[in-house]
C-alpha cells in the first residue's frame, strides 16, 4: 500500500494550447479512495493516466509511497489499471487474463493459480474461468477487470470510468460492491468518473477538475455543503444547485419578490453576487418568489419542479429548480410561491470564488 | 393493368438482368483463356487452332508428357519452398514494422513510412539491374538465396497493410499490456498478433501467389535447372518445343492447380485483403 501525490503535475499535449492537466498538486493518502470527478475533457483520465505511467509528465513530479516515479517504466510502478472497457485480452481465458502479469513476471506457475483462485473467489468468478471475455456478460467482464487488477495485489488501483459501460441498476449494484471491496482490500485507489453520484457515494475524498485545474477536494459531504466555488456548486448535486446573478441594492438582492439580506461583508465590497439556492432547501408557501412551472419531474419519492422567475413587474425571467413534497406537487402552468431558509443560501462573487457558505 | 409497384418491380427486374449479363460477360472474358487453356490442353497438335471448347477425343497423354517433358515435381518443390520461405519472411517482417509505423512513438516516424510507402511506386524494371548487381557482389546469381533473401525483410506493401490493421485495434490493449508488465517485444507477440490473424492470412496468401506467379525476377537471376521455378520451365518448355502447344497448355494448367488450391483455401483472405487494401496484390 502506499500514498500517491501529484507535486504541481503538469501535462500538455503536443500541439495544444492548455494543459490537459495543469499544475496539479494533490496527495492520496495510503489506502484511501479517491475519486477525481469532472466533465468530460477536465483532465481527469490524464491525470489517472499520468499515475500510471502512460502519460509523460511536462512539469512536477508523481510520487507512489514517497518514491518519485515520474520517469520510471510504467511496469515499475506497482499500479494496477482498470479501463473502462476492461481491455479484457480477447484471446486467453478468464484466467489466464487474470494471471498473464504474473506469468510475465515469471512467478512460480502454482503461485499464480492460488492467487487468481483466490481473486476468482472474492469477486464470484469460479465458474467463469475458462471462459473468453465474449462469452460473459458485461458485468462479468467487469469482474474480470477487476480481478487482473487484484490478482496484481499492486500499491495504487487505477480505475477509469469501470462502471460506465453498464446498464444503470447494474451500475449502482456494482458501485457499492466496488466501494466494500476497495475498503476491504484497503489499496490506495484512484478512481475517475464523470458521474458525480459515484463520486459522492464511493470516494473517501472527491476531487473536482474543470479545463485541467484543481477545483475542490474534499469529502462528499464537505463537497455538496461547502462548494469553493459557483464550478463545484453547480456540478455536484443533481439536479443543480440554482445559481442566480443578481445586482446587490440597500444590502439585500431581490428574487424576484423575495429580498435577501447579503452579509455586510459582501454588500460592502460588490456590487453583483451569485446567490446559490439547492432545490431541497425550497420550501412551498404562502411568501417568496413567485415562479411559473414548466415542468414537473415526478420521480416517486421526490418531485421536481422547473420553473421560471416572475419578477415584479411581470416579466418571466431565469429558470430555477425546486424540489417540492411528494404528496400534491402543483400542476404544470400553475404559479407558486417558494423561499429558501436564507441561512442557507450560498454567496458567490461574480468571477466565481464562494464568499459565504451555507451551515 | 399495370400499377405504380408492378413498375418498380420491372424496373428492378430490368436492372438486374442487365447487371448480372455485365458481370457475366466480364467473368467470361476473365475466365476464357483459362478454359481456352485446358481445352487446348485436351487437344491435338494438330487440332489446336480448331475453334470448339469440347475437343472430341481428350488427349490426357499431353498431362503425362509434361511431367517427361520437364523436372515438374523438382521445380514444383523450388516454387514451393521459395514462396513459403518469402511468405514467412514478410509475414513477420512486415507485421513488426508495421506495429512499429503504427504504435511505437519514434522521431521521423511518419516521414519514414511515407518514404517507405514511396518505394511502392518504383517498378520492378527499375531496381532489377541494380538488385541483379547486389546479387552479384553477394555472390548469389543463380543460387536459391537469390530467390529467398531479396523477399524476406518485408515490403512496402505488407507493411502498409500490416500498419493499417495495427491501427484499427484499441491502444487500451496495449495499455492494460504495458501495465501488466510486458515489453514491446511480449506486447507485439503475446498481445497483438494473435488478433492481426486476418491480415496475416492476407499477406500471406498475396505473397504466396506474387511469389508463384513472379517471372522477371527468377528470369535473371536462375539458369540452373535444378533450382529453377515453374514459371521458367513452362517458358524454356515453350523455347524448345515451341510447336507442342497441347503439352504446353498442359503445364499452364498443372502449374495453375496449386494456385487455385490455395485460392480455394483461403478464399476469404483474398476477398478480404482486396476490400482491405483497395487493390489485389502488388
Known sequence: ?359 | MSGPTERVIKRSVVRAVALYAALIGMAWCALFPILWALSGSLKTEPGIAEPNLFPAHPQWSNYARVFSLMPFWRMLGNTVLYACCVTLGQVFFCSLAGYAFARLRFRGRDTLFVLYLATLMVPLTVTVIPQFILMRAFGWTDTPWAMIVPGLFGSAFGTYLMRQFFLTLPTDLEEAAVLDGCSPWQIYWRILLPHIRPAVMVLAVLTWVNVWNDFLWPLVMIQRRDIATLTLGLVWMQGQYVSRWPVLMAASILILLPLLGVYGFAQRAFVRGITLTGFGGR
Open chain 1, 1 to 359: 500500500m502506499a500514498s500517491v501525490g501529484f507535486e504541481h503535475a503538469t501535462r500538455r499535449y503536443p500541439g495544444t494550447a492548455r494543459a490537459a492537466v495543469h499544475d496539479l498538486d494533490l496527495t492520496v493518502d495510503d489506502g484511501e479512495f479517491l475519486v477525481v470527478v469532472g466533465p468530460s475533457g477536465c483532465g481527469k483520465s490524464t491525470a489517472l493516466r499520468m499515475v500510471a505511467g502512460l502519460e509523460p509528465v511536462d512539469s512536477g513530479r508523481i510520487r507512489i509511497g514517497g518514491r518519485d516515479v515520474t520517469d520510471t517504466d510504467p511496469k515499475e510502478r506497482d499500479t494496477a489499471m482498470v479501463f473502462q472497457n476492461y481491455a479484457l485480452y480477447p484471446h486467453m481465458t478468464v484466467a489466464q487474463n487474470m494471471g498473464f502479469a504474473l506469468k510475465i513476471a515469471k512467478l512460480p506457475r502454482a503461485q499464480i493459480r492460488d492467487r487468481v483462485l483466490a481473486a476468482a473467489r472474492l469477486l464470484d468468478l469460479q465458474p467463469y474461468l475458462d471462459r473468453r471475455p465474449k462469452d460473459l456478460s458485461g458485468g462479468q467482464r467487469q469482474r474480470v477487470a477487476m480481478g487482473r487488477a487484484i490478482v496484481r495485489q499492486p500499491q495504487v488501483f487505477l480505475m477509469d470510468e469501470p462502471l460506465s459501460n453498464l446498464d444503470a441498476k447494474l451500475r449502482a449494484q456494482t458501485r457499492s460492491e466496488l466501494a466494500a471491496l476497495q475498503r476491504r482490500l484497503g489499496t490506495t485507489t484512484v478512481y475517475v468518473t464523470h458521474d458525480q453520484a459515484e463520486a459522492l457515494t464511493m470516494g473517501d475524498r472527491v476531487a473536482v477538475l474543470r479545463d485541467g485545474v484543481l477545483q475542490q477536494c474534499a469529502s462528499p459531504r464537505a463537497l455538496y455543503r461547502e462548494p469553493a466555488n459557483v464550478f463545484v456548486a453547480g456540478f455536484i448535486g443533481s439536479p443543480a444547485m440554482n445559481l442566480l446573478t443578481l445586482p446587490i441594492r440597500d444590502y439585500s438582492v431581490a428574487i424576484g419578490d423575495w429580498v435577501v439580506a447579503v452579509p455586510r461583508d459582501i454588500s460592502d465590497t460588490a456590487a453583483q453576487v451569485v446567490v446559490g439556492i439547492r432545490p431541497e432547501h425550497f420550501e412551498l408557501g404562502s411568501m417568496g418568489v413567485e415562479i411559473e412551472i414548466d415542468v414537473v419531474e415526478e420521480l416517486g419519492a421526490d418531485t421536481y419542479l422547473y420553473g421560471r422567475i416572475i419578477t415584479p413587474d411581470g416579466a418571466i425571467d431565469q429558470h430555477i429548480v425546486a424540489r417540492a413534497g411528494w404528496r400534491d406537487p402543483p400542476a404544470r402552468g400553475s404559479r407558486i410561491l417558494v423561499r429558501a431558509d436564507p441561512d442557507r443560501l450560498h454567496f458567490f462573487a461574480t468571477d466565481g470564488r464562494c464568499l459565504r457558505r451555507s451551515y
